[in-house]
């Protein structure tokens, strides 16, 4: 589904800010012009990235368009993009029992990206002790007032959570988070030293992202602003203390069902430096 109903106007050279890779702190080698955008590559550690991208207000902005998750996870109850989430959820919910080393009833779930909370509120019929935190205002108040999830509003380390989780869900959000290393490590604190983390992204080593180039559809360099792979994955979540234990990118899996373009991931922590 395109999402450019909610680009509610055209960014121009003021909205946005050069960055550095999350890893080693340095700039990118250019790969593709999007003006005023553009994708770039860290030369030492190979991850793409976007830079020059949105600041921290525009994105915001992008975020709280009513029309950022519509066409997407709030679509109508039977459009194919709704019954696709029922998919992906169902085989989430399996991959996950697989990989927790206990009951899911009772289990503590945190879910980062929450969105409108359709999959925090189907974890929540499995038993999971559930809770979320979304950036996008609209977003988190339907969850919070329409399915009475509790539901933060915000950026993860400003979530102010007083407990660890058995469970961390991530369900594409990593490409959309401002520092992704920041945000894995305050993931890391926030799982208990068995649990496991859940990923999905999209990959740029991906068959349509390296046949389509700038067409392909989920470059996005609004929104998708970090560009991974499965071995930048592995240094990404190193860097955070976590190891990528399980990567599933068959679209015939039923957690990444008709996806060419994404993959999903289990993590768990690396024990604590002694
Ligand atoms: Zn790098």
């Known amino acids: 589904m395109e999402s450019s109903g909610a680009h509610t106007r055209d960014w121009t050279a003021a909205d946005v800010e050069p960055v550095s890779c999350c890893i080693c702190q340095g700039p990118g080698e250019p790969v593709y012009d999007v003006p005023p955008f553009a994708v770039v590559r860290c030369p030492r550690c190979r991850l793409s990235f976007v830079s020059p991208r949105l600041r921290a207000h525009a994105l915001q902005e992008v975020y709280d368009d009513v029309g950022y998750f519509e066409g997407r996870v709030y679509a109508a109850e039977r459009s194919p993009g709704t019954v696709l989430q029922r998919i992906w959820t169902s085989g989430r919910l399996g991959l996950l029992r697989s990989s927790l080393g206990r009951a899911e009833v009772g289990a503590r779930l945190l879910e980062v990206g929450c969105g409108y909370g359709r999959f925090l509120a189907a974890a929540r019929e499995r038993g999971y002790d559930v809770t979320g935190v979304e950036l996008s205002r609209s977003?988190?108040?339907?969850?919070?007032?329409?399915?009475?999830?509790?539901?933060?509003?915000?950026?993860?380390?400003?979530?102010?959570?007083?407990?660890?989780?058995?469970?961390?869900?991530?369900?594409?959000?990593?490409?959309?988070?401002?520092?992704?290393?920041?945000?894995?490590?305050?993931?890391?604190?926030?799982?208990?030293?068995?649990?496991?983390?859940?990923?999905?992204?999209?990959?740029?080593?991906?068959?349509?992202?390296?046949?389509?180039?700038?067409?392909?559809?989920?470059?996005?360099?609004?929104?998708?602003?970090?560009?991974?792979?499965?071995?930048?994955?592995?240094?990404?979540?190193?860097?955070?203390?976590?190891?990528?234990?399980?990567?599933?990118?068959?679209?015939?899996?039923?957690?990444?069902?008709?996806?060419?373009?994404?993959?999903?991931?289990?993590?768990?922590?690396?024990?604590?430096?002694?």
């Open 139 to 274: 977003a988190s108040r339907h969850a919070r007032d329409v399915l009475n999830l509790p539901v933060h509003q915000g950026q993860l380390g400003g979530a102010r959570l007083d407990r660890r989780f058995d469970v961390i869900a991530a369900w594409d959000t990593l490409e959309h988070v401002p520092d992704p290393v920041a945000f894995l490590r305050a993931a890391r604190t926030l799982l208990e030293d068995d649990g496991v983390l859940v990923f999905s992204t999209p990959y740029i080593s991906s068959l349509p992202a390296r046949l389509l180039r700038t067409r392909w559809w989920t470059l996005k360099p609004t929104e998708h602003i970090w560009h991974f792979t499965p071995r930048s994955h592995q240094l990404v979540f190193a860097r955070a203390g976590l190891v990528v234990t399980r990567i599933l990118r068959n679209p015939l899996s039923v957690a990444n069902f008709g996806r060419l373009d994404s993959l999903v991931g289990v993590a768990r922590r690396l024990p604590d430096d002694p």
